[in-house]
């Protein structure tokens, strides 16, 4: 099977070739992105609109054809007047209260938006695909098929709790709450449940969903990256040189001289692994691992040094965060 993707015209030998010692230009592949992935920024909105929505479907010439009603299928037909439907009757009344009068529509509140909201959206868009090829192709990171499945699946869990709630109510005494609206948008959700989620599953319907083009992942529905803990300096081991010294001091008890001892000053310095005070000369920025910068230290505080290394330092910020000072020339050691 042939797969149809966007590429480029070849353009004509003569705009190819450059003249021996000429400097090439950036890639256009890799302009405004750093380290040659798009995906990562936009120069302008219409780019990230378009990396959002991946532009129009891809069309297998080889597949057998699809027949349906003028431009659409015979599923978006089906699913259409379902929705048509359930928008007409929401107009109606969904609570009845008995002797208390009718309620109000389910537009009086916050509760379209999920119940009829969000299907009719899948609907808009479910046509848009089909008679503008420059259309929406995508909500996020679901492709338009599955946000209506979306929809559909969480209205009809909406209605659902409606019916739910008035047979609770009907239990406890009371009247069944919800009219024959409810019921006839919980069916109609139902129907749109099937002819989204279930619908490659079923015959005719299903041809919608078979040769289609392969198309790689849009980057909000690959696999998470990888997170690794970032890594903790360990903490400098703490000097015991009281031990030593009371060994001296019983040795010397033991052995009593007449000769007087003349105690040398020693002056330890501190090891790679001891933490201690620095003071930086001038303003310096401390990086991460990859030369980001995430503080500065200066003249002005005392830093902490958690380890030496000899050209650099690893410092800890007072909030927990820990970097490298890479520039270590002139820096005051407290």
Do not use: C
């Not at 659902?160 to 609206?181: D, K, Q, Y």
């Amino acid at each position: 099977m042939r797969h149809v993707t966007d590429e480029k015209p070849t353009p004509d030998p003569d705009e190819t070739t450059a003249a021996p010692g000429a400097d090439a230009g950036p890639h256009p592949a890799t302009e405004g992105a750093p380290d040659g992935d798009p995906d990562v920024s936009y120069a302008t909105f219409t780019e990230a609109f378009e990396a959002m929505t991946d532009g129009p479907d891809g069309v297998d010439e080889e597949a057998p054809p699809q027949y349906g009603v003028g431009p659409f299928s015979v599923r978006e037909v089906s699913l259409g007047a379902v929705w048509l439907v359930a928008f007409v009757v929401s107009f109606f009344p969904i609570y009845s209260y008995g002797n208390g009068g009718w309620g109000t529509s389910v537009w009086t509140g916050i509760d379209w938006l999920l119940t009829i909201g969000a299907p009719t959206v899948a609907v808009f868009l479910l046509g848009l695909r089909r008679l503008s090829p420059q259309g929406i192709r995508r909500v996020g990171s679901l492709g338009i098929d599955q946000f209506a499945s979306v929809a559909f699946t969480v209205s009809a869990i909406i209605w659902l709790g409606i019916l739910w709630s008035s047979f609770v109510s009907l239990g406890g005494g009371s009247v069944f709450l919800a009219t024959w609206v409810v019921w006839v948008e919980f069916i109609a959700m139902l129907a749109g449940v099937v002819l989204t989620v279930f619908a490659p599953l079923l015959p005719t319907i299903g041809e919608d969903f078979r040769y289609r083009t392969e198309v790689p992942a849009h980057r909000y529905a690959r696999p998470a990256r990888p997170v690794i803990a970032r890594p903790v300096a360990e903490r400098p081991a703490a000097a015991t040189p009281a031990a030593g010294v009371a060994t001296d001091t019983s040795t010397a008890a033991a052995e009593p001289s007449t000769e007087t001892t003349v105690l040398e000053e020693t002056v330890v310095a501190p090891s790679a692994s001891q933490a201690f005070w620095a003071l930086a000369p001038v303003e310096r920025d401390v990086v991460d691992e990859n030369g980001t910068p995430l503080f500065r230290i200066g003249p002005t505080a005392w830093a902490l040094v958690i380890e030496d290394r000899g050209d650099s330092f690893v410092v800890r910020h007072e909030d927990g965060r820990i970097g490298y000072l890479t520039d270590v020339s002139g820096v005051t050691r407290g």
